[in-house]
């Protein structure tokens, strides 16, 4: 879906450009550049844009951590941020040449949650033909809190983690992605309950199936239609052409955050793998190349390892390092 325009001080602001791609369940927008704001002036431009920053303020974070975060946002500092149910990821550049992994995982809804939702969204014809308009009205947040189900942050439902040393919650990098998130909704505020857990295609056929029933209950019945055989009704189907591919986005897309299981691999280093295999992939597309098909193994493994020249005394790296050196009889040395 593409970026709603916005009036008021939002229409001074860029708005997150989305990348194109055909999972509902992942969204990523584009770095939004550097602005100026006027002391005063509300971060965000829309309702939920600023309900969102207002729901962040009013949860008790540090204040100058939060100041601080804004500050980065408006600088230009976030990156390309990346939905998904339950998380907002997004790399943020700090006081070091290597930007930090910034993240905010937001309790999703259960499906009895969902079901209660949207149940208040059927009672209230006004909600259904906004959502199915792809308008989102700010009232639905008073009816899904009247219905028990709080669509804009709790004090029990953020849990924000960066890479940076810094044990705030949030840090200053948090901090301005959760800034940056409320231009994301500014945006597209459907992006909202795609962190709570579903995506807007999903949600839309929900919606238009409770509406039909709706209907087809209120209108009397339909006269029989006679059948049709199978062979009779395709007799005559045309097929269109297939449609053009997919443009080739300027830069690899951004992998999933992979969950910190117990016996499982460590996930930033499988983030480094797959954000470089997608590096690779998209380097493939473009030039009709692979860059690193002559390596061998070893050669590889160095390559690999020399993308972290300078995080060798962390634990990720050292990790990283031994799994490198076993697999292909070398040392960490």
């Not at 238009?208 to 029933?213: D, K, P, Q």
């Not at 443009?247 to 299981?261: A, E, F, K, T």
């Not at 860059?291 to 995080?311: E, F, K, M, S, Y």
């Amino acid at each position: 879906m593409s970026p709603r325009p916005t009036s008021g001080p939002a229409a001074r602001r860029a708005a997150p450009r989305v990348r194109p791609g055909p999972d509902d369940l992942r969204r990523t927008f584009e770095a939004v550049p550097a602005r100026a704001s006027a002391e005063g002036e509300p971060f965000a431009g829309s309702w939920w844009g600023r309900a969102w920053v207002a729901a962040l303020e009013s949860l008790s974070m540090d204040e100058a951590r939060l100041a601080r975060g804004r500050a980065y946002a408006d600088d230009g500092q976030v990156a390309a941020i990346t939905v998904t149910p339950g998380r907002v990821v997004a790399y943020v550049h700090g006081s070091r040449a290597r930007p930090y992994r910034a993240e905010l995982r937001l309790r999703t809804f259960t499906d009895p949650g969902w079901e209660t939702l949207l149940d208040a969204v059927a009672a209230h014809p006004g909600h259904l033909s906004a959502l199915l308009a792809k308008e989102m009205p700010h009232s639905l947040a008073h009816t899904a809190e009247e219905a028990g189900v709080r669509l804009l942050p709790a004090a029990d439902d953020l849990d924000p983690t960066c890479t940076c040393p810094d044990h705030g919650r949030p840090c200053k990098h948090v901090a301005a992605l959760c800034f940056q998130t409320a231009l994301v909704l500014d945006s597209d505020p459907f992006v909202l309950l795609l962190m709570r857990g579903r995506g807007e295609r999903e949600l839309l056929d929900e919606l238009g199936r409770r509406n039909a029933e709706h209907s087809a209950r209120e209108r009397p019945a339909a006269p029989a239609v006679p059948s049709v055989g199978a062979g009779e009704a395709l007799a005559t189907r045309f097929l269109p052409p297939l449609p053009a591919p997919l443009l080739l986005p300027p830069h690899p897309g951004q992998p999933p955050s992979y969950p910190d299981l117990p016996g499982a691999r460590d996930p930033l280093g499988l983030d480094h793998l797959a954000t470089d295999a997608a590096a690779r992939a998209h380097a493939l597309l473009t030039t009709g190349r692979d860059p690193l098909a002559g390596l061998t193994p070893w050669q590889d493994a160095v390559r690999i390892a020399a993308a972290r020249p300078t995080a060798g005394l962390t634990a990720t790296t050292r990790a990283l390092y031994r799994e490198l050196a076993y697999a292909t009889g070398r040392t960490t040395t």
